[in-house]
């Protein structure tokens, strides 16, 4: 007997096999699950302010705000950045650094705790709720509810985007990871942790002092 053709499903009884049509593209991976319907902006919308809710690979997920050893970490590491990097107070400038910008980047929508871009790639910062130009570095801090989606989904993500460094950062275990793209894999600059001073790229300029970032 001839095999069905894709579409169809074959079932059998004692006398003969017959074919029930499924819809086109109703089916999954061939498993026989229906596929999963992709988030769209309105479901983002529709989730309480206390989360924060972004499209990863088509998924709507939410997290939690940052809690307070978060928020302190994110706070801490933006201000050392953003006078000698942004406003040039200190260090070359040439960037332009936001807390918690939207991005809107090939039907994903995703809020880096902290992103940058180089003034060369972006030379004013555009008046518009979201950006659609990857940035050139990010930023995550990481909690325990946050860091496998950080890790697992986020970062890949960055990569398929071209973001050319990234930091992770933990403040619970006081350390930094810096990566650094290349060829669309990432490659570890380094791990830093607890007091240490560094100078980390893309921000070498200035020797960063880790302990500010956890300080109460």
């Not at 999963?36 to 088509?58: H, M, Q, W």
Request: proline content about 9%.
């Amino acid at each position: 007997m001839t095999p069905p053709s894709d579409g169809f499903r074959a079932e059998s009884s004692s006398s003969e096999a017959w074919f029930t049509p499924v819809p086109t593209g109703k089916l999954r991976s061939g498993m026989g699950e229906p596929a999963k319907r992709r988030a769209t902006y309105e479901d983002l919308l529709s989730v309480p302010e206390n989360r924060i809710a972004e499209i990863l690979d088509g998924e709507l997920v939410t997290q939690p705000r940052p809690a307070s050893r978060q928020a302190r970490a994110a706070s801490s590491l933006g201000g050392e950045l953003y006078g000698p990097f942004d406003r040039g107070r200190g260090g070359p400038g040439g960037w332009i650094i936001l807390d918690e910008p939207e991005l809107h980047l090939h039907g994903d929508v995703f809020v880096p705790d902290l992103a940058g871009w180089r003034r060369s790639r972006m030379p004013e910062l555009p008046d518009a709720p979201a950006f659609e130009l990857a940035p050139d570095w990010v930023c995550e801090v990481l909690s325990p509810s946050t860091a496998g989606v950080d890790r697992a989904q986020k970062m890949p993500i960055y990569a398929r985007e071209r973001v050319a460094h990234a930091w992770l950062v933990d403040p619970i275990a006081k350390t930094l990871e810096a990566f650094l793209l290349d060829d669309a894999r990432w490659v570890v600059l380094g791990t830093w942790r607890n007091d240490a001073k560094a100078r980390i790229e893309p921000f070498g300029d200035i020797e960063l002092e880790l302990v500010w970032l956890w300080a109460s």
